[in-house]
């Protein structure tokens, strides 16, 4: 029999107080946050680019990418890969493309600015520890929309293993990232290009994808720069080629407004005052605004000035036009691929031409600057010009304390990859167990983490392979395939209808609220192998020396282990660098970490900032301090002079002492104490009738 409590239960209505208040507060949350969600304004004018970033391990075919995907957009063919590249993709819509440095400092720099980030990952090799390190950036600077592609996937021959590969991966990539996670697949390469149809389907899931907008980011100006000059006059830069430099910065302006006057961090260079900020006209203007404008008769649907792709460059007053270089053979560009273009190959004639343009010193110049090494050793690094070259994402440093730990050890096998790159990238199986050095294991076990990274010689360069306990890169078991793999076989339909499903926000974003079941642990062994290597001592990583002896280096000037060690004139150098209070640079407040601090029991320098302290005429102030002393007998030097009242004893000071030879001036002075006398006479006339 039901009882009458059950029966008077309303349904789906709550029985505890507890649990009905934790529910209202959290929907009352919920829908806060959907009011204080930021809204780009729209009324200002047409939105800025949306900023696709193109990252990935070296050789994944990151240019590849952005060329074909420039192909698609624009009908142009893309030389090299330089610089933002901003194109027209929709009536309403433009993008910039940017290719990720494959250094930690790119990564960071690249991950502030991402609107989408195209994670590239080598199919037949695996996830690379780059992506993840690229991932862990992103967390830290609000995490933009994430989608991952697969390349490199004509190297497997057989059908069966590229499904199961496509498989794993996908649903490791779901485990690091999110359960559905936006995986695309870059089938193969047709005349060195990928399919035309693939990059039509990535082209349209990049236009239905909404940015998230990022609160930091929505309030705060910023801007990619597209294009820099130096505008400092040529004069000033002949008479002190390390003067203060102008630059000026091209971009779209991003976030909010930007004020006159403000001060603005380069990354890469420091804080810096604004001279001045000023509008142009759009060099990539939507279909729908340059035909209100009426000016051209093409529209013009891209824009990559540091590429050296479009005809036209925007200047504060004047409006460039490039003219091909084929069309003026020996004029003087930048363009260091100038002879690819023509067609003709390297013409020897045509070279020298080139390289004696370039030339920045006469002989006579360089023969002065000319040394003779006795020794192989290297001369202590000469710091160049602070020329700004390249990229406006330049490299940065001394920022995310974690991020900089980690590059050490990625930038070591990175610049080491470089090297071995000139053998050519060949189509060869990873060697992992030919080399002596394979297989060297950077990470620590024993932190009981699901993350390592392994570091092996394949396809002729190092790669820092992503190893999971969860995942197992088993390629080699082809054990029972019959997995529900039919949906994942992907037709062009498949792309798209997975797309749609994206584009509403349901998809590529690392959401932290949900997805708990799917959470990796990367995160977590990323932090653990990062305290792993602070701890390490780099003299012990170099030398194989115990860092003790690296630790008392401050005091023993003349040790001579250190000099085995440290080469003289860079010894000298690191000491000469640590900075001063006079050459510091005072706005970027970094650099004040290194600064030597003066010593303050230094009576010269005490008096050197005396009179900060004392407002008026400094000889009054000292006066009167002396006459508030009691004793009036210090050992410092009397800058005024006074009578003892007690005593009658004038004091004179050494000044006027000193000016006792000149007449003029003694005079003066003279006067000016007789008068101060008969004033205190006076006064203690005063007194003494007063009280005796
Ligand atoms: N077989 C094959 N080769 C590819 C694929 N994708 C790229 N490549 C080749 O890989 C090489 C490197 O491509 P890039 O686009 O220069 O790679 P990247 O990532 O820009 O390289 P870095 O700029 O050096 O980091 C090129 O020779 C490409 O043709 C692919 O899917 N299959």
Same mark, same amino acid.
């Given at each position: 029999?039901l ?5 008077s ?10 649990k ?8 009352a949350e919920?829908?806060q946050?959907r009011?204080h969600v930021p ?6 004018g047409?939105p ?6 193109v990252?990935?391990?070296p ?13 698609h957009y624009t009908k142009?063919n893309?030389?090299?890969?330089r610089?933002?590249?901003?194109v ?5 819509r433009r993008v ?6 494959s250094d ?6 690249a ?6 980030a ?9 996830f690379e520890?780059?992506?993840?390190e690229?991932l862990?950036i ?9 989608m991952?592609?697969?390349t490199?996937?004509d190297q497997f021959k057989?059908?069966k293993?590229?499904?199961?590969t ?6 490791r990539?779901?485990?690091e990232?999110?359960?559905g996670?936006?995986?695309f697949?870059l089938s193969g390469?047709?005349h060195g290009k ?5 990059v039509?389907?990535?082209a349209?899931f990049?236009s239905?994808?909404?940015p998230?907008?990022?609160s ?7 801007l ?6 130096d505008?400092t ?6 008479l002190n080629r390390?003067?203060?430099r102008?630059?000026t910065?091209?971009g ?11 001060k ?5 260079a420091g804080?810096f005052s604004?001279?001045?900020v000023?509008s142009?006209a759009?060099?990539c203007?939507l ?5 209100k404008?009426g000016l051209?008769?093409?529209e013009?649907?891209?824009y990559a000035?540091?590429?050296?792709l479009g005809?036209?460059?925007?200047d ?6 490039n003219i ?11 363009d ?5 273009k023509?067609?003709?190959?390297n013409d020897?004639?045509v070279?020298?031409?080139k390289t ?5 010193y006469?002989l006579?110049?360089?023969l002065?600057q000319s040394f003779?090494?006795?020794?192989g050793?290297r001369?202590?690094a ?16 001394n920022?995310?304390g ?5 590059a050490q ?5 990175l610049?080491?990859a470089g ?7 060949? !189509?060869? /199986?990873?060697?992992s *167990? &030919? ?5 060297? %294991?950077i990470?620590?076990s024993?932190?009981?983490?699901d993350?390592?990274?392994?570091v092996e ?5 190092m ?6 306990a ?11 395939d019959?997995?529900d793999?039919s949906h994942n076989e992907?037709?062009?339909d ?7 499903l994206?584009s509403?926000?349901?998809g590529?974003a690392?959401?932290?609220?949900d997805g708990t079941?799917n959470t990796s642990k990367?995160?977590k062994s990323l ?6 290597r ?7 990583l170099?030398?194989g020396?115990? !860092?003790a /002896?690296?630790?008392? *280096? &401050? ?5 001579? %282990?250190e ?7 860079q010894?000298k ?8 209070f006079?050459d510091?640079d005072?706005e970027?407040y970094s650099k ?7 010593d303050w029991?230094n009576?010269d320098l005490?008096?050197s ?9 400094w000889?009054?102030?000292?006066l009167r301090?002396?006459e508030?002393d009691e004793?009036?007998?210090?050992d ?5 002079d006074f ?5 009658g004893?004038?004091?004179k000071s050494q000044?006027a002492?000193s000016?006792a030879?000149k007449p003029g001036v003694q005079?003066?002075d003279?006067l ?6 008969l004033k ?10 007063d009280?005796?």
């Amino acid at each position: 029999p039901l009882s009458p409590g059950f029966l008077s239960r309303k349904a789906f209505a709550f029985r505890s107080a507890t649990k009905a208040k934790r529910l209202q507060s959290r929907s009352a949350e919920i829908e806060q946050r959907r009011l204080h969600v930021p809204i780009m304004d729209r009324s200002i004018g047409e939105p800025p680019p949306f900023v696709v970033v193109v990252q990935g391990p070296p050789q994944v075919g990151k240019s590849l990418l952005i060329k074909c995907l420039v192909k698609h957009y624009t009908k142009q063919n893309l030389s090299d890969v330089r610089g933002p590249i901003t194109v027209v993709s929709g009536k309403s819509r433009r993008v910039q493309f940017l290719e990720c440095p494959s250094d930690i400092n790119g990564m960071i720099d690249a991950a502030k600015i991402a609107d989408l980030a195209l994670l590239l990952i080598d199919g037949s090799y695996g996830f690379e520890m780059d992506t993840f390190e690229f991932l862990n950036i992103m967390q830290v600077h609000g995490f933009p929309k994430v989608m991952g592609v697969l390349t490199h996937l004509d190297q497997f021959k057989d059908v069966k293993k590229l499904r199961k590969t496509k498989q794993r991966l996908k649903h490791r990539f779901w485990a690091e990232i999110k359960e559905g996670a936006k995986l695309f697949y870059l089938s193969g390469l047709i005349h060195g290009k990928y399919t035309k149809r693939e990059v039509h389907n990535l082209a349209r899931f990049i236009s239905v994808i909404k940015p998230i907008p990022l609160s930091w980011r929505m309030a705060h100006p910023y801007l990619l720069a597209d294009r820099f000059e130096d505008v400092t006059s040529s004069e000033s830069v002949r008479l002190n080629r390390k003067c203060d430099r102008k630059i000026t910065l091209y971009g779209y302006l991003r976030g909010c407004n930007m004020k006159r006057g403000t001060k603005v961090h380069i990354t890469g260079a420091g804080d810096f005052s604004l001279s001045g900020v000023t509008s142009l006209a759009d060099p990539c203007p939507l279909p729908s605004a340059a035909k209100k404008r009426g000016l051209r008769d093409k529209e013009k649907l891209f824009y990559a000035p540091m590429s050296g792709l479009g005809d036209l460059l925007y200047d504060k007053d004047a409006v460039y036009i490039n003219i091909n270089d084929h069309l003026v053979q020996f004029s003087n560009t930048d363009d260091n691929n100038a002879s690819k273009k023509q067609g003709k190959g390297n013409d020897v004639g045509v070279a020298l031409v080139k390289t004696l343009q370039n030339t920045k010193y006469s002989l006579d110049e360089k023969l002065d600057q000319s040394f003779i090494n006795f020794f192989g050793r290297r001369p202590a690094a000469q710091s160049e010009d602070s020329d700004m070259t390249g990229n406006a994402i330049s490299s940065r440093q001394n920022d995310q304390g974690e991020a900089n730990i980690l590059a050490q050890v990625g930038g070591n096998n990175l610049s080491s990859a470089g090297t071995l790159e000139s053998n050519g990238h060949s !189509s060869s /199986e990873c060697s992992s *167990d &030919s080399e002596g050095d394979n297989d060297d %294991d950077i990470q620590p076990s024993d932190h009981g983490v699901d993350l390592r990274e392994e570091v092996e010689f394949c396809n002729g360069r190092m790669r820092r392979k992503a190893v999971s306990a969860n995942f197992q890169d088993d390629d080699d078991d082809d054990g029972s395939d019959n997995e529900d793999d039919s949906h994942n076989e992907d037709s062009d339909d498949d792309h798209l209808s997975e797309g749609s499903l994206s584009s509403d926000g349901s998809g590529e974003a690392l959401d932290s609220d949900d997805g708990t079941e799917n959470t990796s642990k990367w995160k977590k062994s990323l932090l653990a192998r990062t305290l792993a290597r602070r701890g390490a001592s780099l003299m012990q990583l170099v030398y194989g020396q115990a !860092s003790a /002896e690296l630790d008392n *280096d &401050s005091g023993e000037e003349g040790s001579s %282990d250190e000099e085995i060690f440290v080469p003289k004139g860079q010894k000298k150098q690191v000491k000469n660098e640590l900075p001063s209070f006079d050459d510091i640079d005072a706005e970027d407040y970094s650099k004040f970490l290194k600064v030597e601090l003066r010593d303050w029991s230094n009576e010269d320098l005490i008096k050197s900032i005396r009179d900060r302290f004392v407002t008026g005429d400094w000889s009054k102030a000292s006066l009167r301090g002396r006459e508030v002393d009691e004793n009036g007998e210090g050992d410092e030097e009397i800058d005024g002079d006074f009578e003892d009242l007690e005593t009658g004893e004038v004091h004179k000071s050494q000044a006027a002492e000193s000016a006792a030879g000149k007449p003029g001036v003694q005079k003066e002075d003279e006067l000016k104490v007789e008068e101060l006398r008969l004033k205190k006479l006076a006064l203690k006339a005063k007194f003494d009738s007063d009280y005796i």
